[in-house]
Nanobody, 123 residues
């Protein structure tokens, strides 16, 4: 599976962005998908994950209520809708795919990674 993240950019605090992650291959619907982020000088951290069917999602406490992960298996794409953005959300955002067995928050559970897209939130 090859992953291509897009949709990053510069936005003011309080604004919104939607990230997309397009996947190649015909088995996209069998993968659990996740979003992670890495801020300058910090370790990469979990943001959100979604099950293969989209019926189960889990978001980090730091983004809960502001970010929403979703997927469209017909389009081989997973999304991260980010609202009420804060300067501390500034980071490179990565999408990742996991063969399971279930949704997870640990990087080691993910088998494939996209190249990342930069989100900058100005105050």
């Amino acid at each position: 599976v090859q992953l291509q993240a897009s949709g990053g950019g510069l936005v003011q605090a309080g604004g919104s962005l939607r990230l997309s992650c397009a996947a190649s291959g015909r088995t996209f619907s069998s993968y659990y998908m996740g979003w992670f982020r890495q801020a300058p000088g910090r370790e990469r951290e979990f943001v959100a994950t979604i099950s293969w069917s989209g019926s189960n999602t889990y978001h980090a406490d730091s983004v809960k209520g502001r970010f929403t992960v979703s997927r469209d298996n017909a389009k081989n794409t997973v999304y991260l809708q980010m609202n009420s953005l804060k300067p501390e959300d500034t980071a490179v955002y990565y999408c990742a795919a996991s063969r399971g067995p279930g949704i997870g928050v640990q990087e080691r559970l993910y088998d494939y990674w996209g190249q990342g897209t930069l989100v900058t939130v100005s105050s």
